[in-house]
């Protein structure tokens, strides 16, 4: 058994999904397990501790007896738990500071791959809605065909978004409201389950958890933590996924919306974004591949289709061959990642991304990643 993602779970419990306060402890003990080893001097090890959390902390008892009934069941179900030190916990929700410190997933999925986005929307989605979504998924898939699409696997929206996602080869996730013991809604079981193969569940709940509509609102930073950029389409003027949008902008990430009608009820919200200059307007995946800057996806595909590969760049040397062949595994890698695996000095890889770049093959993006162009 991991003695972390044990502590990590018997925390969670402890601090009654105080988030924020789970996480700050959390980072400043180091691990939980060290909280567990100081739960009689936890007053000592990080500082402003009230009486009441000191107290809390000493009884660890019941939260152990939970935490270990749920690893028998996650044993039995194939179901993995991801905690903030694991190399698989979603790097994208580790920037926001409400990330829970352990959740529990079902798939194959990537849950740190280059392209991720959120769909959501009102439960009471109408044809133009659908509509939307079926185009949408169609043609971002022909531009980008490498995005994970998140959503809540809700009725309306959400449930949509993962359908028309493995109707066109994408990958989805579900983020749900209650533990993985469980399918909420019933009725799109068979859609979770055709998820868990081409895609996964995840949550932050253990089992026997019920869907709370306090639990809805708590998924939803999930959702949009998750991602690169939020879609909202078809809302009411108020909602879910408004919140979600407003989520996604507190973690500094893009938020999106295509308009509708004027007066028409599940039009509303989104207009009001758009309006609000809460969410910037979009009406094709071409405005969205543009305004997240994702056109060199679409380029890439387009010499694809056409029979251009990789591999017919002019004049490059073993060693820029040895860095494109990286970069076409994993693209967007930084300088060190690149050095290890190529086994060169940094100094070597340095110069050799020079050379690329003046020839047009990679570019440098923010943070010293690397992007293979074509």
Known sequence: MNQEIFYAMALTRLTNFNFQQALEMYKAAGSAQRLYEHRNDIGDLIEGCTPRLIAALKDWGDAMKRAEFELQYMEEHQIRAITLIDDDYPQRMLECPDAPLVMYYKGNADLNQQRIISIV???????????????????????????????????????????????????????????????YPYHHRDTAAEMTAHGGLLTEFMTQTNADKVNFVRRNRIVAGCADATIVIESAAKGGSLITADIAQSYNRPVFAFPGNVGRPFSEGCNHLVRDKAAELITSAADFVEAMGWQDDAIRQQALASGIERQLFPELSAEEQKIV?????????????????ADLSISQVTALLFQLEMKGVVKALAGGMYHLIL
């Open 121 to 183: 929307g009102t439960r009471h989605m109408t044809t133009y809605g659908e509509d939307i979504i079926r185009k949408f998924t169609a043609e971002l898939h022909e531009m980008c065909p490498n995005v994970l699409i998140v959503s809540g696997l809700a009725y309306g929206v959400d449930i949509c978004a993962h359908r028309n996602a493995l109707q066109n080869g994408y990958q989805t996730l579900g983020v749900l409201a209650h533990g993985l013991d469980q399918i």
């Open 325 to 341: 062949d990286l970069l076409q595994q994993t693209n967007d890698l930084q300088i060190n990642v690149l050095s290890v695996h």
